[in-house]
Nanobody, 118 residues
Framework: QVQLVESGGGLVQTGGSLRLSCAFS????????MAWFRQVPGKEREFVVV????????YYTDSVKGRFTISRERARNTVNLQMDSLKPEDTAVYYC???????????WGQGTQVNVSS
């Protein structure tokens, strides 16, 4: 059973940085596309970034390009999200997601809260 455990959320001022981590277990990490999503109360969960399982291609939503960086640590079965130049509109619960391409199954972590004060 795949398990995803996020860590690293917290409170930061505008312009600051945070680093989120997602620990993966229960299957072959290298087979999974790993992504981050975020959600604020009353809104749908929003895609942030994904790193593909083969080749390591990354895709970012426009609002975070140039500020956020996703990285995969294969030796530690971990995916990280470095968030720089944070803005109040980045405030959300951030969720780690894992999915084998073309498979219907998708896995979610429990979420970690990020608050950016103005």
């Amino acid at each position: 059973q795949v398990q995803l455990v996020e860590s690293g959320g917290g409170l930061v001022q505008t312009g600051g940085s945070l680093r989120l981590s997602c620990a993966f277990s229960g299957s072959t990490f290298g087979d999974y596309a790993m992504a981050w999503f975020r959600q604020v109360p009353g809104k749908e969960r929003e895609f942030v970034v994904v790193v593909r399982p083969f080749g390591g291609d990354t895709y970012y939503t426009d609002s975070v390009k140039g500020r956020f960086t996703i990285s995969r640590e294969r030796a530690r079965n971990t995916v990280n999200l470095q968030m720089d130049s944070l803005k109040p509109e980045d405030t959300a619960v951030y969720y780690c997601n894992g999915k084998v391409p073309y498979s219907p199954r998708t896995y979610w972590g429990q979420g970690t809260q990020v608050n950016v004060s103005s």
